[in-house]
Each structure stands twice: as C-alpha cells, then as structure tokens.
C-alpha cells in the first residue's frame, strides 16, 4: 500500500534561518503530493501541492519539488518566521482511491 | 475558502455510550472522509464514503464505527459502543469529485474524550 515517510519529528530553528523538512512516499500509482500546516487546535490547512516531475510549487514562502526518481517531496522555506511554528504534514494520494495518506508529522518551533 | 463546519467541537462521555459526530461538509462536495488524531500526532484515514456508501475503509474503523449521510444532511460518524482507546479528535473533510488533484478540506475537527 500507499506509505510516506517523514524522518524528523521536531525540529526547533532561530526566527530568520532556513529550514527543509524531508518527506519520501512510497506508491505504485503515479503520485500526488500534498502539504499540509496544522496549528494549535486548528484543522490542517493545505500549503503545497504537486504531481509534476521537477517542478518547483510554491506558496507563502515556501516550495517544494517533486522528485519522482527518488521519491521525494522536501518542503522548504528560505527563513523561517515565529508563525511558521506549528505541525506539517506530507501527505499522498497515490492508488485509485481518493484518500491522502498522510505522514507522522514534523513539528516546527521557531524561536525569536 | 471552503468550510467544512463539524459538531460538536467537544465532547465527553463514560465509556459504552453512544456518540454521534457530526459533519458539514462543502456543499457541492461528493466524496467525504474520517480522519482520527491523537495528541497532535499522524493524521490516521478511517474511512470514505461516496454516493451513501462506504468506499474504502482502514483497520481502525471498527465494528463499533458506521457513517452515514441521511438525504445529504449532516455526514456522521457513530462509535456503539465507545471504548477508552476512542479518545482522539476527528477530523471531517471534504473534496470535490474525481476530477482534480484530490485536495481534502478539513473541518476543525470533534475531540472526543472517553472516560
């Protein structure tokens, strides 16, 4: 089935430095990939989305690029604010279905 | 943007009982979804539904657990009885069609307190 893999669980940053949260998936089916931010007691709020082979998606700040040859989606911002801190989610959409697959999260803290 | 609005926001009962979660989902939407999270952690699928039936569902959806959307009203999920390990937020979305890439609109999510 349908997995995606985010490798840190919380990663803490200074307000002004860059960050990149790494995502890999695993499909069978061609992919879609998805971002989600989910702050404090909100309901997760789409950030980015991409189905195209090496082509840079962004909004708000950040971007990503979908790499189909080594499966991977990392989520990047060039620096990081004190409201960026919150929970982020990589999530697939990859059989026939039409679920999303989401990972296990990366929680961002940015700190003044 | 699109809402989708869920009822209740909280909600706590002795375990056993009956609970009913109630969803509002974007209006002209066709496919809709239960997603379970706990303690801000992995959002888990548990099931989607479409055209009044259950399309896919995952292990978590136990025997206790059934949906419905009753004459495009509310879509609900039920949990009969409730157990401890049912504590979480649940998490309603939404999403268009087949056409598209897909994207889920998420309400604010129910949480759930079992005691």
């Known amino acids: 089935g349908d997995s995606v893999t985010q490798t840190e669980g919380l990663v803490t940053l200074t307000k002004g430095l860059p960050v990149m949260l790494n995502c890999t998936y695993q499909?069978?089916?061609?992919?879609?990939l998805f971002w989600y931010v989910q702050h404090l007691n909100e309901a997760p709020k789409l950030l980015l989305k991409s189905s195209t082979d090496n082509k840079r998606t962004e909004h708000q700040g950040f971007y990503a690029t979908l790499h189909k040859s080594s499966s991977s989606f990392h989520l990047q911002k060039s620096s990081v604010q004190l409201s960026d801190s919150a929970l982020y989610f990589c999530?697939?959409?990859?059989?026939?279905?039409?679920?999303?697959?989401f990972g296990t999260g990366t929680s961002l803290l940015v700190d003044p | 943007g699109p809402k989708v609005l869920q009822i209740p926001s909280h909600q706590i009962i002795d375990m056993g009982q009956m609970v009913t979660l109630n969803c509002d989902p974007v209006s002209n939407h066709l496919y809709f979804y239960w997603y379970k999270q706990i303690l801000g952690q992995q959002m888990e699928f548990l099931v989607n539904f479409y055209n009044g039936k259950v399309m896919e569902k995952s292990k978590l959806f136990k025997d206790q657990f059934s949906v419905e959307r009753p004459d495009g009203s509310y879509f609900t999920l039920k949990i009969q009885p409730t157990a401890l390990e049912d504590s979480a937020v649940y998490f309603c979305?939404?999403?268009?069609?087949?056409?598209?890439?897909?994207?889920?609109?998420f309400g604010e999510g129910s949480k759930l307190t079992v005691l």
């Open positions: 499909t069978t089916y061609s992919p879609f």
């Open positions: 999530a697939l959409k990859g059989n026939m279905g039409y679920k999303l697959t």
């Open positions: 979305a939404s999403s268009p069609g087949t056409g598209g890439s897909g994207q889920l609109y």
